[in-house]
C-alpha cells in the first residue's frame, strides 16, 4: 500500500530484532530509512539489504546516548533526504536478569543510559525536523514498564519511564502538530528471549511463554506491524497511547498460554527477510 511513501524515519537500534524489522517493514511501505546503531551492530548489513529488496536507506554508527551522536544522527538524515517525519526510538538494552540486591550497579547506569539517554537525547534534537513536517515519536515501551518485570526489574522502571515520557510528549507537542506514541511488546522471539543468546533461564523462557495467553513468542514482523500504523497517516488521530503487542500477557491470569489453541501457538510466517532477528544487545555498552 505504500502507506509511508515520501516519508523519512530514523530507527534507532534498527540492526537487529524489531528494530530490524520496522527499518525493512518501514522500507518496503516506502519510507527512506535512516538506520542507526552501534558500530558492532549490523546496521550497514540491514542498510544493503534494505536496498537489493529496492528501498532507500543510510546508516548512521555510534552511540546516540551522547549529545553530538544524537545530533550527528539527525543532521545527516536531513541532509540525505532533506526531511524527517518519524522518528522510532527503538534502541535498548536487556543486559542480565538478577534479583535487584544483586543487581550490580553498573549495569544499572549503562542501562539507563541506553534505554532512556537514547530516547532522550534522539527525540530532542530530532523535534525541530519533526515540528516542520508535522511528523511522529514512535518509541519502545513494554508490558513490563506496565506490569514490572521480576529479575529485573530495574528493566521494566526504565520502560515506565518511556511510557510517561511519550504520553508527556504527546501534551506538549500537539500544538506543533507532532504525535507521541508508545509500542508495547510482551514477549518476542529476539536474542532476548531465549537462553542460548540472551539473559533469561530455562524456567524464565517456559513462564514467559506459559503466561502469553496466544502461548507463544510474538514476532519481531508482528511488532513492526504495530508501529507501521501509528507512523502513517492512517493514526491520525492517535496520540499519547500506549499500544500493547503482546499476545494477551497484561490481561492474562496464571499459565493461560498451556491452554492456547494449536492455530495461535504457531508464528505466522513472515515476508520480511530478517536474518539479525536474534542478534542484539544482550550485554553492557
Known amino acids: 500500500m505504500r502507506r509511508l511513501e515520501g516519508k523519512v524515519a530514523i530507527i534507532t537500534g534498527g540492526g537487529t530484532g524489531i528494530g530490524e524489522a520496522v527499518a525493512k517493514k518501514f522500507a518496503k511501505e516506502?519510507?527512506?530509512?535512516?538506520?542507526?546503531?552501534?558500530?558492532?551492530?549490523?546496521?550497514?548489513?540491514?542498510?544493503e539489504e534494505i536496498k537489493k529488496e529496492g528501498g532507500t536507506a543510510i546508516?548512521?554508527?555510534?552511540d546516540i546516548a551522547q549529545t553530538q551522536q544524537a545530533k550527528a544522527c539527525v543532521q545527516k538524515t536531513v541532509e540525505a533526504f532533506g526531511?524527517?517525519?518519524?522518528?522510532?526510538n527503538n534502541a535498548g538494552i536487556f543486559p542480565i536478569t538478577a534479583e535487584?540486591?544483586?543487581y550490580p550497579e553498573e549495569v544499572f547506569d549503562n542501562l539507563l543510559k541506553n534505554n532512556l539517554k537514547?530516547?532522550?537525547?534522539?527525540?530532542k534534537y530530532a523535534l525541530p525536523e519533526l515540528q516542520k513536517t508535522k511528523g511522529n515519536v514512535i518509541s519502545a515501551g513494554s508490558e513490563a514498564g506496565h506490569l514490572g518485570l521480576a529479575q529485573n526489574t530495574p528493566y521494566g522502571g526504565t520502560k515506565g519511564f518511556i511510557h510517561a515520557f511519550m504520553k508527556g510528549l504527546a501534551v506538549e507537542q500537539a500544538s506543533h502538530g507532532v504525535r507521541a506514541?508508545?509500542?508495547?511488546?510482551?514477549p518476542i522471539d529476539t536474542a532476548w528471549t531465549h537462553k542460548e543468546t540472551g539473559p533469561m533461564t530455562a524456567d524464565m523462557e517456559k513462564n514467559l511463554i506459559a503466561a502469553t495467553p496466544m502461548g507463544r513468542r510474538g514476532t519481531p514482523e508482528e511488532i513492526a506491524n504495530v508501529y507501521l500504523f501509528l507512523a502513517s497517516d492512517e493514526a491520525s488521530y492517535v496520540t499519547g497511547a500506549l499500544y500493547f503487542v503482546d499476545g494477551g500477557t497484561t490481561v492474562a491470569k496464571g499459565a493461560v498460554g498451556e491452554k492456547a489453541d494449536a492455530s495461535l501457538k504457531n508464528e505466522p510466517q513472515g515476508q520480511l527477510n530478517l536474518p539479525h532477528?536474534?542478534?542484539?544487545?544482550?550485554?553492557?555498552?
Open 30 to 47: 516506502g519510507a527512506k530509512i535512516m538506520v542507526a546503531g552501534f558500530e558492532q551492530d549490523p546496521v550497514k548489513a540491514v542498510c
Open 100 to 102: 535487584l540486591q544483586e
Open 181 to 186: 506514541n508508545c509500542v508495547c511488546p510482551g
Open 83 to 88: 526531511q524527517l517525519d518519524v522518528l522510532v
Open 118 to 123: 537514547t530516547a532522550f537525547s534522539m527525540t
Open 59 to 62: 546508516f548512521y554508527e555510534g
Open 277 to 285: 532477528q536474534k542478534e542484539g544487545a544482550t550485554e553492557p555498552r
